[in-house]
């Protein structure tokens, strides 16, 4: 039974205890206090100000995903993708601030962790820090809000305004039915990690995020070559030490590659891409090729699939991944006819789609994303589908569970 703390004080019911507040900086928001305190109503009353801690109904609480890569990365296609599958656009909070990183549809808000910055545009330049290193970056707040939101309360959340480098006024967040929380570090903290419910990360090679990064910060952004190359090395170390251990930890990893087909590329255009799933992950069934469990390896070119130069290729089986047992689903090459791939689609299962050719469908809905004709949107919207699928399974057996006793 999931525990929430709540921060104001007029009411209280036998499931509810009661202490004096440590941590008033939280950010837990009154209004949502009050609807709280309302439905928790009302065996005995309490007029003095204290934290009362609640039983929140396990239904209620919020399925929680966590999205880590390094910036530049694609997870703001992949959520995208993600929340498309659950049928809606994803948008900014209405009338808030302008630059707010939040996104919110019908089922789904995705946050972004650069809000969690305890250290401004200034303060890291002044203390020699990135925005990788942990110090400049409040743990204890995001484990507070996250497992808050988590049991149903509402929070008053800062934002890292990206155009300012400031840290603005914060922004209220409701509990979703589903909260993405997506950034550098949601796995590196051992209690924010506990939190999710499945985890994701986009490992990106040092080559390709080279490519992606020049592609668009020189492109959409104005910057030069060599302060894009400066910006990577500088990122590197903080990188190694902070971002990339996370992926050990991840439900689910998409790890882009340059090609194999074409020997010595240089290009980065054509993309090797492999989706890394763990096995026994609860409400978590890896999608396979042909034969569950066996080590496939298929070249679908020919009547059926248009491929031009240099083809291609898919491989499936059973591998290990830092210690754990995973199902890994490769894809090398490129899509030249999205239609298509209802073809590549049909020969894979547990796939979580709700009807024959759900994936194809979607990816031609996106076919103007980055990565749609190739591996990395082919597996993006196959996790998605996934999550989809997670938490159906998570609402379904909380529905059918027992009531548990109310912890107080
Ligand atoms: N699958 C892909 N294939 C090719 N290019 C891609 C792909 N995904 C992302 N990119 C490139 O990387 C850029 C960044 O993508 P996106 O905005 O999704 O990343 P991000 O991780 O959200 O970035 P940031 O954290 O910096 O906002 C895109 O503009 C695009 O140029
Ligand atoms: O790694 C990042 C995650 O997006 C950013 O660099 C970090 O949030 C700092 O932002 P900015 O460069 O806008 O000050």
């Not at 073809?343 to 009807?355: G, I």
Request: one cysteine or more; a negative charge; proline letters at 5%.
């Amino acid at each position: 039974m999931a525990v929430c703390t709540v921060y104001t004080a007029q009411s209280l019911n036998s499931s509810c205890s009661i202490s004096t507040p440590s941590k008033s900086h939280l950010g837990f928001h009154q209004k949502q206090v009050i609807f709280f305190t309302k439905r928790s109503t009302n065996k005995s009353r309490n007029t003095t100000n204290h934290v009362i801690t609640c039983s929140a109904s396990d239904a209620e609480k919020t399925v929680v995903i966590g999205l880590a890569a390094d910036s530049g990365c694609g997870k703001s296609t992949f959520m995208r993708r993600l929340t498309s599958v659950f049928g809606g656009a994803a948008e900014p909070p209405k009338g808030g601030n302008p630059d707010s990183n939040t996104l919110i549809s019908d089922m789904t808000t995705v946050i972004c962790l650069d809000d969690y910055h305890s250290l401004d545009r200034t303060g890291r330049k002044e203390k020699g820090v990135t925005a990788l290193d942990p110090r400049a970056n409040d743990f204890d707040l995001m484990y507070e809000q996250v497992k808050a939101i988590k049991d149903g309360v509402a929070v008053d959340k800062p934002i890292y305004n990206h155009v300012s480098g400031l840290l603005d006024p914060p922004e209220v967040i409701k509990p979703p039915k589903i909260l993405v929380i997506e950034g550098l570090h949601p796995m590196y903290d051992e209690r924010v990690r506990d939190l999710l419910d499945f985890s994701i990360y986009l490992d990106i090679s040092n080559e390709v995020k080279f490519a992606w990064k020049i592609q668009r910060d020189m492109a959409e952004r104005g910057h030069s070559l060599e302060s894009i190359k400066a910006s990577i090395e500088a990122r590197k170390p903080d990188f190694d030490a902070y971002i990339d251990p996370q992926k050990q930890y991840a439900d689910a990893v998409i790890e882009v590659l340059p090609t194999q087909l074409i020997p010595d590329d240089n290009e980065g255009k054509v993309l090797r891409v492999r989706l890394i799933m763990k096995e026994g992950v609860k409400n978590f069934n890896p999608v396979y090729l042909f034969d569950e469990g066996s080590t496939i390896s298929w070249i679908p070119c020919g009547r059926k699939l248009t491929c031009s130069y240099p083809g291609i290729k898919f491989t499936y089986g059973p591998d290990t991944y830092f210690g754990n047992e995973v199902s890994v689903l490769e894809m090398d090459g490129q899509f030249d006819r999205l239609d298509e791939l209802i073809y590549v689609e049909s020969h894979l299962s547990n796939l979580s789609s709700k009807f024959y050719g759900e994936v194809t469908q979607q990816m031609l809905k996106h076919a103007d994303f980055p990565g749609s004709n190739n591996g990395t949107g082919f597996f993006q919207t196959i996790v998605g589908l996934k999550i989809r699928d997670l938490y159906e399974q998570i609402v379904a057996s909380r529905a059918g569970a027992p009531v548990t006793a109310a912890k107080a």
